[in-house]
């Protein structure tokens, strides 16, 4: 079954005694099903062999896998964190300007 971590807000998930707690940055074992109703605040966990990781990791891994300098590797590396850092700031952006 697929991992996923669970993102920003605490969860109740189940059915009766099946029913649990899903807290931020703990990492969970679901169904396909089960994630496709909890929504967008979970994300798949890769594997270390990156399989049931989104695609652009996927990609990332076999760039890296490609690489024939450190400096390559190196620009995946910070280009990736970039990006994180870009998204995780846009998220906050927009939350700030609801609030």
Known sequence: MPKYR???MHIRH??????????PGSIVELTAEEA?????TIEPVPSEEGEG?????QE?????????TVDAVKALIV???VK???????KRIAELEKA
């Open 6 to 8: 669970v993102l920003d």
């Open 84 to 90: 994180k850092i870009q998204t995780a700031a846009e």
């Open 60 to 68: 990332t891994i076999k760039k890296i896998a490609a690489a024939e």
């Open 36 to 40: 496709a109703r909890i929504g967008k």
């Open 53 to 57: 990781a989104p695609a652009t990791v």
């Open 14 to 23: 189940g059915v009766g005694k099946e029913v649990r707690e899903l807290t």
């Open 79 to 81: 280009g990736n964190i």
